[in-house]
C-alpha cells in the first residue's frame, strides 16, 4: 500500500524547480568561498612578492591580482585627504591618502600613507609633513576600499582647506577635486617600523567573508531540504481513525 497520494504534475515541477534552484544557489555560494579564500591567500603573498615596475603593471591592468609595485614620482604634499571611518581601534583615527605624481605619466596615483590613531579627543590626530623631492615608494597596488550609501552630498566640494575629511572614499570626487586624472587603484604603502602610520595589509571583505558566503550556502541547502519535506509531508496519506 502506498502511503503517498499521487500529487499533480505541476506540484511536483515546482518542487523539483525549487530544489534545483536552492542547491544552485547553495553550489554558488560555497564557490564564491573559495574565491574570496583564494584572493586573501593571493593577497597574503603579495605583501612579499619582489616588487614590479608600476609602468608595467597598468599598462595591463591586473585583475583580480594585487601586484607589489615600485613607483618614482613626488607627492602633492599639499592635498592630504582623511578617511574618517576606518575600524582600526576605539580611540578613533585617520585612513590617511595623498596624492602622486608618478614619473612621465599624466594621471595621479592615490597613496595610502597608512592609519594614523587618535587621541581619544574626536579631533584629527596631528600629521606629520611629507617629503616634497622625488623619491620612490613600494606598496601593493589595488582596489580602493569600498563604500555603502553615501549621504550628504560630496563632502570634499563642500571644504576649502586641507586636508580634506569624508567617510568614504570615491576616486571619481577624489579626481573632480583634484582637477585631474586618477589611476582606478590606491597603492597601500609597504609597512615600515620607522613610520608613525600604522599599516596593516589586510584585504577588506568584512561585508562578505568566506565564511558568510558558506553561511548563506547551508541556508539555500536548508530550503531544499525543507522543500521536499513539506511536500513529502502535504501528500502523505491521512490514516483513517477507527468509529
Known amino acids: 500500500m502506498s502511503l503517498m497520494r499521487r500529487p499533480a504534475w505541476w506540484s511536483v515541477l515546482l518542487v523539483v524547480a525549487g530544489v534545483l534552484i536552492f542547491v544552485r544557489l ?3 555560494q560555497l564557490h564564491r568561498a573559495d574565491d574570496k ?20 603593471v597598468t599598462t595591463s591592468p591586473p585583475e583580480d591580482v594585487y601586484p607589489r609595485v615600485r613607483v618614482e614620482g613626488h607627492y602633492l604634499a599639499d ?11 576605539e580611540m578613533g583615527g585617520v585612513e590617511v591618502y595623498v596624492p602622486f605624481q608618478p614619473e612621465h605619466a599624466g594621471r595621479l596615483l592615490l597613496v595610502d600613507l597608512g592609519f594614523l ?7 584629527a590626530p596631528q600629521l606629520p609633513p611629507l617629503p616634497t623631492t622625488q623619491l620612490a615608494l613600494q606598496g601593493i ?3 580602493p576600499p569600498e563604500h555603502g550609501f553615501e549621504m550628504g ?11 580634506k575629511t569624508s567617510i568614504y572614499l570615491d576616486m571619481n570626487q577624489m579626481a573632480a577635486d583634484l582637477h585631474a586624472t586618477l589611476y582606478p587603484r590606491v597603492l597601500v604603502l609597504d609597512a615600515d617600523p620607522a613610520a608613525i602610520y600604522v599599516r596593516v595589509h ?18 539555500w541547502f536548508a530550503f ?9 509531508v502535504l501528500h502523505r496519506k491521512r490514516r483513517r481513525r477507527d468509529k
Request: net charge positive.
Open 37 to 56: 579564500e583564494e584572493l586573501l591567500r593571493r593577497y597574503a603573498a603579495a605583501a612579499s612578492a619582489s616588487p614590479q615596475d608600476f609602468a608595467v
Open 224 to 232: 531544499a531540504v525543507a522543500a521536499v519535506v513539506m511536500f513529502v
Open 26 to 28: 547553495g553550489i554558488w
Open 202 to 219: 589586510t584585504l577588506d571583505l568584512s561585508s562578505m567573508p568566506p565564511a558568510r558566503h558558506r553561511a548563506y550556502a547551508f541556508q
Open 141 to 143: 597596488y589595488q582596489p
Open 79 to 89: 592635498r592630504l585627504y582623511l578617511l574618517d571611518n576606518p575600524k582600526h581601534d
Open 153 to 163: 552630498g560630496n563632502a570634499l566640494a563642500q571644504q576649502t582647506q586641507w586636508p
Open 117 to 123: 590613531p587618535g587621541n581619544g579627543t574626536g579631533k
